[in-house]
């Protein structure tokens, strides 16, 4: 049995942005429990690790993790090594090592079974077709197997790369636009990715093959939103996606047909840069650049609680509770 205390300590939301702040909230007060400085630049990407311990927060040059468990105010690691921004952040589900992109065109996995060690164990550098020039990064995602992880790009071109073998495959779902997010179901099943056009693009994944490779079949694409659409996120329960988007709205869609469902959207919000689902797939979390990150009721799109700090843009956020 889980006491309210013990599952309150293992709820938790961060935000980040525009005023060089990373914030820790109680989730269920809207009280912030802790503000870390980021004095250096802005936050792009936030990412809790799977056992709730640590922090990763993408910046400018720069990766800081910080411990969730201590008050410390500032990292305790640095990974450093991209000249510019690093747009992206995540981890494999047990932990073991974090994969980056950034706007040097290159993807770069960490490993993290050494404590404190920022060494880079791979790199990936994207290089549209056959030419010379690395194209940035804007957004990855690791596949459920663990051994696939996709990217997108600032060219339109979303790439498959292999780590077991460190090959990599092409995909362009149109041309002259920018990925800027992508994800995958919870159960493998589909993946999603959305332009700065407003479009989103729906593949049905299979594994193929003895060596489990992942298969993409095109199923579906369709307008999400008039202006860029900025992420893509599925419900843990793989039968919603929520996309966010420069229009000032946040869209729900069933997995299904890819019907609109719910259209998030609040007077002033403008920009809405990233969205989180809880557990049971039946809230959602937004950062806009009115300064707030927002809980949404998916059946009734409602704001249920406001979470407000922060003096500029939110423009990352990231929420574990006890059963993600």
Known sequence: MVTDSQENDQILLATAGYDHTVKLWQTHTGMCQRTMQHSESQVNALEITPDKKYLASASYQHIYMYDLSSNNPTAIINYEGTSKNVTCVGFNKDGK????????????????????????????????????????????????????????????????????????????????????????????TQMACVNNKGKAYIWNLTAAGSDGTTHLAPRHKFEAHKRAALKCKYSPDSKLLITTSADQTAKIWDTENYNLQQELKQENQRWVWDAAWSADSQYVFTASSDSFAKLWSVEKGTVERQYAGHQKAVTALSFRDIYI
């Open 97 to 188: 090592f974090m994969f980056s992109g950034g706007e040097d065109g290159r993807t770069r996995i960490w490993d993290l079974r050494i404590k404190n060690n920022v060494t880079c164990r791979n790199i990936f550098d994207s290089r549209p077709g056959s030419g010379t020039t690395l194209s940035p990064i804007n957004c990855a995602v690791l596949h459920p197997n663990q051994i696939e992880l996709f990217l997108g790009d600032q060219n339109g071109i979303i790439y498959r790369w292999d780590l077991r073998i460190d090959q990599h495959e092409q995909y362009i779902p149109e041309n002259d636009v920018m990925i800027l997010g992508i994800d995958i179901s919870h159960n493998g």
